[in-house]
C-alpha cells in the first residue's frame, strides 16, 4: 500500500508523467583542490572511508606504514607512482581518479554582438552566411559544441539534406523558413525552435521571410576523449 509519503516522493521524479531528469542545474559541486598532494590526500581518504577501513587496514594491505599513510591522506607529501599503484589496488580504484579533484583550467568564450567569426563550414551554402560565437576546443566534457548564429538572404540557396554527426539545435530569431529534418517539415517563425539528431538530412526548404536569422548550436563527440 502507497502511503502520501511515497506519492509525494514519486510525484518529485515526475513531470506529467515523464521521468524528470537526473542532473541538477542548480547543484553546487565541491571546489577542486589547487594543490596536487592535497587533491590526492582527499581522494585516499574518502575511498577508504567508503569501504569503512581504517587507515591500520590500509597499512597492512599496501605495507606502506601508518605515518606515511597520514602524510599522505594530509596533503603533506607528494607519494610517488608505485605508492599510488600500491593504494589503487589496495583501494579498488584506478590510478587516475587520484587526480580527479585537481583544478583543471575551465575555459570561457565571450564575443560581443557581431563580432562572430564568419566562416564558412563544411557543407556552407551559398548565401548562407555562419557566424561561429564561440568554440573550446580539448575541453573536460567529452563533447564539441559549436554555436553558430546564421543568416539567410534572398541569395541564399535552399538546401535542405545537410548531414553531419552529432546533435543540433535551432532557435528561430528573425524572418521565417520552412525547415525540413527528414521527411517532416517545421515552419519555424520568432521564438520556435527544433532539436535532433543531425545525422539525417536537414535544412531550410522554404525561405518564407526574409532575413531570416537563427542560432544553430552544434554537438558532437570530442574526438580521442572517451577511447
Known amino acids: 500500500m502507497k502511503t502520501k509519503r511515497d506519492a509525494t516522493k514519486q510525484e518529485d521524479h515526475t513531470h506529467g508523467g ?4 537526473t542532473q541538477d542545474p542548480h547543484a553546487v559541486r565541491e571546489p577542486k583542490e589547487n594543490n596536487l598532494e592535497i587533491a590526492i590526500g582527499h581522494e585516499v581518504r574518502a575511498f577508504r572511508k567508503k569501504l569503512g577501513i ?6 597492512a594491505a599496501t ?14 607529501i607528494s607519494p610517488s607512482l608505485t605508492t599510488l599503484q600500491s593504494l589503487s589496488r589496495a583501494l579498488g580504484m584506478p590510478l587516475t581518479a587520484f587526480f580527479r579533484r585537481y583544478e583543471e583550467p575551465r575555459n570561457a568564450v565571450f564575443v560581443k554582438a557581431g563580432q562572430g567569426i564568419e566562416l564558412e ?9 555562419y557566424n561561429l560565437l564561440g568554440h573550446i576546443d580539448n575541453n573536460t566534457s567529452g563533447v564539441i559544441v559549436e554555436p ?3 543568416t539567410l538572404t534572398a541569395d541564399s540557396d535552399v538546401f535542405p ?9 535551432l532557435y528561430m530569431l528573425e524572418g521565417e523558413v520552412v525547415y525540413r529534418h527528414g521527411d517532416q517539415l517545421f515552419p519555424m517563425q520568432p ?3 527544433l532539436f535532433f539528431d543531425a545525422d539525417a538530412p536537414h535544412g531550410p526548404e522554404v525561405l518564407v521571410k ?11 563527440p570530442q574526438v580521442g576523449k572517451n577511447d
Open 18 to 21: 515523464r521521468p524528470a531528469f
Open 54 to 59: 581504517t587507515v591500520t587496514d590500509l597499512a
Open 210 to 220: 526574409l532575413p531570416s536569422r537563427y542560432l544553430s548550436i552544434i554537438t558532437y
Open 63 to 76: 605495507g606502506i606504514s601508518l605515518g606515511m599513510l597520514s602524510k599522505i591522506e594530509n596533503g603533506n
Open 148 to 150: 553558430y548564429l546564421i
Open 121 to 129: 563550414r563544411r557543407g556552407t551554402r551559398a548565401g548562407h552566411q
Open 161 to 169: 539534406t545537410f548531414q553531419h554527426e552529432g546533435m543540433e539545435f
Open 191 to 193: 521564438g520556435d525552435s
